[in-house]
C-alpha cells in the first residue's frame, strides 16, 4: 500500500524557505510513528485513518515525527486519541526552531489547532477524552471544550447544531475512554 501524506500546514524560519516543521494527514502511519507511539504508551497505535502527524525536517535532511494525534471516525465525529509529543526531537531542533514552534502554541497545540481548522467543514465535531491536565489545559486552548462529563471534551464544527450536541456527549461518555 502506498503512502500518501498530505500536507496542511508548516512552520518556517524567517531566513529560510524550506519548513522545519510540517503538518500532515496520512491514512497509514509508518514505523517511525509507530516507535513514537510505542515510546509514549507503552502499546501499538491504532491502524485504522485517521492520523495526524506532525515531522520535523532537520538541517541534516532527517525527517522526525515530533507530535502525532489519531482521529477515527464515529457516528459523524471523530474520536480524537493517542496525542504524544517526542521531547526528544524537540531537543534536536535549533534554539530558533524551538522559539518558532513555542511561539506558534507548541507543538500539540499548533498540530491540534490546525486539524480543527481541517475538520471544520468534514465533521459535526470531535471529542477527546483527557484524564492529563497539561493535555487538557491545552487541548482547550486549540478549541476544545469541557462538557458535563469528567474528562470528555468536546470541538463544535460550525454546522453543528446546539440541539444535538448533549445528546452527542452522551453517546460519547458511554464510550468509555478511547
Request: hydrophobic share 35%.
Amino acid at each position: 500500500m502506498s503512502q500518501q501524506i498530505r500536507t496542511i500546514n508548516t512552520l518556517v524560519l524567517p531566513d529560510q524557505e524550506k519548513p522545519f516543521f510540517r503538518i500532515c494527514m496520512q491514512q497509514t502511519i509508518c514505523e517511525n510513528v509507530r516507535d513514537l507511539f510505542r515510546f509514549k504508551f507503552h502499546d501499538s497505535p491504532p491502524e485504522e485513518p485517521i492520523h495526524l502527524v506532525a515531522y520535523y525536517d532537520s538541517k541534516d535532511s532527517i525527517t522526525l515525527p515530533v507530535c502525532y494525534i489519531h482521529f477515527y471516525e464515529w457516528q459523524g465525529c471523530l474520536l480524537c486519541g493517542g496525542a504524544c509529543v517526542d521531547q526528544r526531537v524537540l531537543k534536536k531542533m535549533s534554539p530558533e526552531e524551538r522559539a518558532s514552534l513555542r511561539n506558534a502554541g507548541g507543538a500539540y497545540y499548533l498540530s491540534l489547532s490546525t486539524a480543527f481548522k481541517h475538520f471544520q467543514d468534514k465533521t459535526l465535531g470531535v471529542f477527546g477524552y483527557c484524564g492529563d491536565p497539561l493535555s487538557e489545559r491545552i487541548s482547550l486552548r486549540a478549541g476544545f471544550e469541557k462538557t458535563p462529563f469528567k474528562y470528555v471534551i468536546a470541538w463544535w464544527s460550525s454546522t453543528m447544531q446546539d440541539t444535538g450536541k448533549l445528546a452527542l456527549i452522551e453517546k460519547v461518555r458511554e464510550l468509555g475512554p478511547f
